[in-house]
């Protein structure tokens, strides 16, 4: 499998798609450095990292026990765990076979990074392995599929239109970018991240439902 990971790899095609992840990785870089970017980066990225995803799904949970299991609630809840499940079944194992390094793997450590260094983090950081690799994005697949299923939640309590949806796009394509910024994806990651959180929120929608 490996070796049909690289052969791919090595395909012309592939080989200027990697030209230009490199350039553009290359004309981003200096905004890393620039402190007022890289925080605000920084803040966009977090909100879609699991560390505010998951407390996020847990709230609307707990929304739905007070509710009383409204129906409502427990079908947004229900496509939001859905759609995370097929996303990381998706690509966790991408970055294990295509096993891309990160633009720059030795650019400082984000405050997380270094929490997992200690030795009450080894088993999670062993659990965790394949973070260590670009390719495809989560962020950027978690952006789109909340994009999706967080719109498709607002047209079931009748709150969908134009306004709102280009404004979970522009959410969604700022969270990606900031990926880009960061250094820790490629264009290609971050793209072919988007069309995987795309695919697991249709596929939710039109194939998971209560």
């Known amino acids: 499998m490996v070796k049909f990971i690289n052969l791919i790899q090595n395909f012309i095609w592939m080989r200027k798609i990697k030209k230009i992840d490199h350039e553009i990785s290359e004309k981003l870089s200096p905004l890393y450095f ?58 966790v194992p991408l970055r294990y076979l295509v096993r891309r390094p990160r633009p720059v793997p030795d650019l400082p450590f984000t405050f997380l990074e270094k929490w997992k260094l200690y030795p009450f983090w080894k088993i999670y950081a062993f659990l965790e392995g394949w973070n260590r690799y670009s390719f495809p994005s989560l962020h ?13 939640g607002l047209a079931i309590y009748n709150m969908n239109g134009i306004i709102y949806l280009v404004s979970l796009i522009f959410a969604s394509l700022t969270v990606s970018f900031s990926r880009l910024v960061l250094q820790r994806h490629f264009l290609s990651d971050v793209i072919t991240g988007a069309v995987v959180g795309i695919t697991s929120s249709f596929a939710t929608l039109k194939y998971c439902f209560l």
Do not use: G
């Not at 620039?34 to 996020?56: E, H, R």
């Not at 950027?140 to 498709?152: T, V």
């Open 34 to 91: 620039m402190k007022p970017i890289s925080v605000i980066m920084n803040i966009i990225s977090l909100s879609c990292s699991w560390t505010i995803c998951f407390p996020l799904y847990f709230l609307i949970l707990l929304i739905t026990i007070y509710n009383n299991y409204d129906k409502q609630s427990v079908l947004i809840f229900y496509h939001l765990a859905t759609a995370e499940i097929i996303q990381l079944s998706i690509i």
């Open 140 to 152: 950027a697949s978690r952006a789109f599929l909340l994009c999706i299923i967080i719109y498709n």
